[in-house]
């Protein structure tokens, strides 16, 4: 018999749990301002997570899905984004949106079941939170495909999570993906768990970035708790996506630290000492560690960063309380340029009950 392909998969890391710089650092980080303001960004994502599961807890926005853990990923993301790329997203990638300057309140209204909320500031063209996982896999593919036809020096950008692998959706998207040779990147994060389904169940592959290899895609995997790995990773890939050499599939690893949103109790279906372990590997502690290890951070950093996060945050909520609530037209109001028949009579008849 005669081999007539063979594969590999490559995985980086630059920093280590305790903070180590393991592998010579990519440029950008080797200036630790640039290393502090991920970090800056990071904390901040945590400190409006842990509001917004409280909003949830006291009855004052829908259900959450949290983003804990996920922190290195969306600012790796985030970072190596220019405006003009489009994000397609999850309900996970709230950091990001961040970064990419939708506000905190208007994650709020999101999540208050306000529709205001997907009508952010961040960029125009950045699709809203898709719920239906993969489905935005081959919405990515169409936008690449915009973007070539159109000659555009830009990308797109779809997040999505372990589970999402195993739809056909995935599958066709980076199918086509790879087959149109399109400037599109897929952003995998594998936190280990789909709801309460665990990695090992999903799929039989070794690795969930092998998937490119049967699309004729670049695929690789790094670590996801490593702020500088999945910023390198995703640099390289837009890169390339923007020059013309097509896609790629990135595989980072972390946890999923919280419950699958607020509506789920995770302690049902995994043990304590699992998580326990996770949080060895979390991303801002690593992250400050090495920070500090090089002086570039201290504890007056730190107390000021997080009383201006935490701040900051309370003024976003205190925002979002106080925008009056949507009128029950409004629901109508942003998905059709023109309404359709039936939806405009819904429209008109959810407006004359209000008014009653
Ligand atoms: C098409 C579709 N099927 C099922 C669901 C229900 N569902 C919501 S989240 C989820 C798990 C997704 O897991 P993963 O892709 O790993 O993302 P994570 O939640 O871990 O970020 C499922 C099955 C859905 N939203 N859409
Ligand atoms: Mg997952």
């Known amino acids: 018999m005669t081999v007539v ?3 590999e998969i490559h995985y980086s890391q630059f920093l280590d749990p305790q903070g180590k710089v393991v592998a010579p650092l990519p440029e950008f980080a080797s200036d630790p301002r640039n290393l502090a303001a ?3 960004w990071m904390v901040l994502m945590r400190a409006y997570d842990a509001k917004a599961i409280a909003l949830q807890r006291t009855g004052q926005i829908g259900t959450f899905a949290s983003l804990l853990g996920h922190e290195a990923i969306n600012a790796g993301i985030a970072s190596a984004m220019e405006r003009d790329d489009v994000f397609l997203m999850t309900y996970r990638d709230n950091g990001v949106e961040l970064m990419r300057g939708v506000t905190l309140k208007e994650l709020f209204l999101y999540w208050g079941g306000d529709e205001r909320g ?9 699709f809203p939170i898709c719920i239906t996982i993969a489905a935005h896999a081959t919405h990515a593919v169409g936008v690449a495909y915009a973007m070539k036809l159109r000659r555009e020096r830009r990308a797109a950008v779809c997040a999505l999570g372990d589970g999402a692998t195993s739809k056909g959706d995935f599958y066709e998207a980076i199918n086509a993906a790879g ?4 400037p599109v990147v897929f952003a995998l994060t594998n936190n280990q768990w789909a709801i309460s389904v665990p990695r090992a ?19 690789l995997q790094v670590d996801g708790n490593d702020v500088i790995a999945v910023c390198h990773a995703m640099d390289e890939a837009l890169n390339r996506a923007r020059s013309g050499g097509g896609p790629t599939l990135i595989e980072a690893l972390t946890y999923r630290l919280s419950d699958h949103t607020t509506a ?4 049902r279906y995994r043990s304590p000492d699992e998580v326990a372990e996770a949080w060895k590997l979390d991303p801002i502690v690593r ?12 504890k007056a950093k730190e107390d000021a960063l997080l009383k201006e996060c935490n701040d900051q945050v309370q003024a976003a909520a205190q925002a979002y309380l106080d925008t009056p609530p949507p009128t029950a037209a409004q629901m109508f109001d942003h998905l059709y340029a023109q309404l359709p028949a039936a939806l405009a009579r819904q429209r008109a ?7 009653e």
Not at 179 to 182: E, N, R
């Open 264 to 267: 789920d109790d995770a302690t």
């Open 118 to 126: 997907s009508n952010f500031s961040g960029p125009r063209r950045d």
């Open 38 to 40: 991920l970090y800056r």
């Open 287 to 298: 992250l400050r560690t090495h920070l500090m290890a090089g002086g570039a951070w201290d």
């Open 349 to 355: 008849a959810a407006l004359g009950e209000t008014q």
């Open 201 to 219: 169940k999903q799929s039989a592959a070794q690795t969930l970035a092998q998937k490119a290899i049967a699309a004729g895609i670049e695929g």
């Open 5 to 7: 392909a063979k594969f």
């Open 179 to 182: 087959a149109w040779k399109l």
